[in-house]
């Protein structure tokens, strides 16, 4: 069994990868950059979602030293609409160490690349095998489904316990070498083939092998953990506008969720508070505003990965005081038409999408 296994892997799923790759644009002129940025995009992001994010970053930032001397602002606004916008920070923060402290290069080790700020063993493996020919297995949210149903592995995906049984299932017929076609054939086995629903296990190459094909099972693996039900919370945000017709933006502090992103001011709804009162006092203890709330625009509903929110967005006027930056990173004062310039979390591009509908500022 074990001769057979490490044929099916080291030669019959190759074989089937040559065939039917998909011509992705980080296929082409592969460098370590380019392979890291794919794999940040990749990650909680489907291929077709992220192939124009791509293609616009590389225009832009072709290498570490492009990304490395942009500005934060404009780096958050290309990543726009991707989410897990943690990511796109971490790239710059690690572009600007690789050129500071490297010269801009890359370590060509997955053990060098795993020193670097913001790249964990997924990643180092990723770049280590596609950009170097490092021996090394990836082991990824498509890779694991492959592997829990070779193996009929009933353990919990996401535990450390199987997630081992699954990389040392993986090293064992990795063929020294050949990691780089190996690695994407696995990943593209599980995109195309391999999938959650509706496995094409006739088509398979690693059907001869395959645990769960053979019991008939595969679509019972990986294990399902059950999902917790999400907390909902509701969230007032302030239209606030001026007589020159601009609207007061804020800009999020690095360590909170969503940092670095622009929106229109706001905060959670405490217990026993209004909407219009819990705008109110947030835009006092953000900005230091006194302010009168006016009517309702629009509410946005969005879900996050750890809770469901409904963002309340109302008009606001300012009756005293001037903006200051006090629970937020940064403010401004900018025309309507010119707000999508920023880079805006899903729910408040949605407010913006409502805001240039409406057309006029309401009377209160």
């Given at each position: 069994?074990a001769?057979?296994r490490?044929?099916v ?5 190759p074989d089937w990868f ?20 794919s794999?940040?995009?990749l990650?909680q ?5 992220a192939i124009?994010?791509?293609?616009r ?5 072709p290498?570490v030293?492009?990304?490395?001397a942009?500005?934060r602002d ?15 920070q ?5 572009a ?7 010269g801009?290069?890359?370590p ?5 690349l795993?020193e670097?700020p913001g790249?964990?063993?997924?990643t ?12 090394h ?9 492959v592997?829990?149903r070779?193996l009929?592995?009933e353990?919990?995906?996401?535990t450390?316990a199987?997630?081992r049984?699954?990389q040392?299932?993986?090293?064992a017929?990795?063929p ?8 994407e054939?696995?990943?593209e086995?599980g995109?195309l083939v391999?999938t959650?629903t509706?496995?094409?296990c ?10 769960a094909?053979?019991?008939g ?6 294990t399902?953990v059950?999902k917790k039900?999400l907390?909902?919370r ?10 020159r017709?601009?609207v ?6 690095e360590?909170s969720?969503l940092?670095g ?10 217990a ?6 819990c705008i109110a006092r947030?835009?006092h203890e953000?900005?230091?505003l006194r302010t009168?709330?006016?009517p309702?625009?629009v509410t946005?509903?969005?879900?996050f990965?750890h ?8 008009w606001?006027?300012?009756q005293?005081?001037?903006?200051k ?7 401004a004062?900018?025309?309507v038409?010119r707000?999508?310039?920023?880079a805006?979390p ?5 407010i913006l ?6 057309g ?5």
């Amino acid at each position: 069994m074990a001769n057979l296994r490490a044929r099916v892997f080291q030669k019959d799923l190759p074989d089937w990868f040559t065939r039917h790759r998909r011509d992705l644009p980080w296929r082409h002129n592969r460098t370590a950059y380019r392979v890291w940025v794919s794999e940040l995009m990749l990650q909680q992001t489907r291929v077709d979602q992220a192939i124009g994010y791509y293609e616009r970053f590389m225009a832009r930032f072709p290498d570490v030293r492009a990304l490395a001397a942009a500005g934060r602002d404009e780096v958050m606004k290309l990543w726009e609409g991707l989410g897990y916008y943690s990511r796109a920070q971490r790239a710059h923060a690690t572009a600007r160490h690789l050129v500071e402290q490297r010269g801009g290069a890359f370590p060509d080790t997955y053990e060098g690349l795993l020193e670097l700020p913001g790249i964990g063993p997924y990643t180092a493996a990723a770049i280590a095998s596609l950009a170097f020919g490092r021996d090394h297995a990836v082991l990824d949210g498509n890779v694991i489904r492959v592997m829990s149903r070779v193996l009929a592995e009933e353990g919990a995906p996401n535990t450390p316990a199987v997630k081992r049984r699954l990389q040392e299932a993986l090293d064992a017929v990795l063929p020294r070498g050949k990691a780089a076609v190996f690695n994407e054939a696995m990943m593209e086995l599980g995109a195309l083939v391999c999938t959650p629903t509706k496995p094409q296990c006739l088509v398979c190459p690693l059907r001869k092998v395959c645990q769960a094909s053979a019991q008939g099972r595969a679509e019972d693996f990986p294990t399902r953990v059950p999902k917790k039900k999400l907390p909902h919370r509701d969230v007032g945000a302030g239209v606030i506008i001026n007589d020159r017709g601009e609207v007061l933006i804020a800009q999020r502090k690095e360590t909170s969720m969503l940092g670095g992103l622009w929106e229109f001011p706001g905060g959670g709804v405490e217990a026993g508070e209004t909407l219009p009162e819990c705008i109110a006092r947030e835009l006092h203890e953000e900005l230091g505003l006194r302010t009168k709330v006016g009517p309702h625009l629009v509410t946005v509903r969005h879900t996050f990965s750890h809770f469901r929110m409904d963002l309340h967005a109302y008009w606001v006027r300012v009756q005293r005081g001037k903006p200051k930056a006090l629970g937020c990173a940064d403010w401004a004062w900018v025309p309507v038409a010119r707000i999508g310039d920023h880079a805006l979390p899903r729910a408040d591009q949605k407010i913006l999408a409502a805001l240039l509908k409406h057309g006029e500022w309401p009377v209160f």
